[in-house]
């Protein structure tokens, strides 16, 4: 009866190590989720200014400069169709997601 009781011990110094290493997978794995969780999704946001023609008769969009304002004429572009003044028509944002 004593053999049992040793290797009841040894049983038990199994099981705890074992559910102690289930547990300490356990927390790691719930920290790596809620690290997952709290992480910020990555956003950016990228500013374009859309460039009229003042005959309307074109439009472009470009990144953002700078000293852009609504109703800005650009200095050194014409309209490439009616070679007319160009102007700022809209400054917009766009929200872009990036993959982590
Ligand atoms: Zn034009």
Do not use: W
């Amino acid at each position: 009866m004593v053999n049992d009781g040793f290797i009841g011990f040894q049983i038990d110094i199994f099981t705890i190590t074992l559910i102690m290493l289930l547990i300490l997978f356990a927390i790691s794995t719930i920290l790596n989720v809620m690290q997952q969780r709290t992480k910020p999704v990555r956003e950016k946001v990228n500013t374009y200014t859309v460039i009229s023609c003042v005959n309307n008769d074109h439009e472009e969009r470009r990144e953002f400069v700078p000293g852009d304002y609504v109703g800005k004429v650009i200095a050194n572009k014409s309209c490439p169709k009616c070679e007319s003044e160009l102007y700022i028509k809209t400054i917009y944002s766009e929200k872009i997601r990036e993959k982590p």
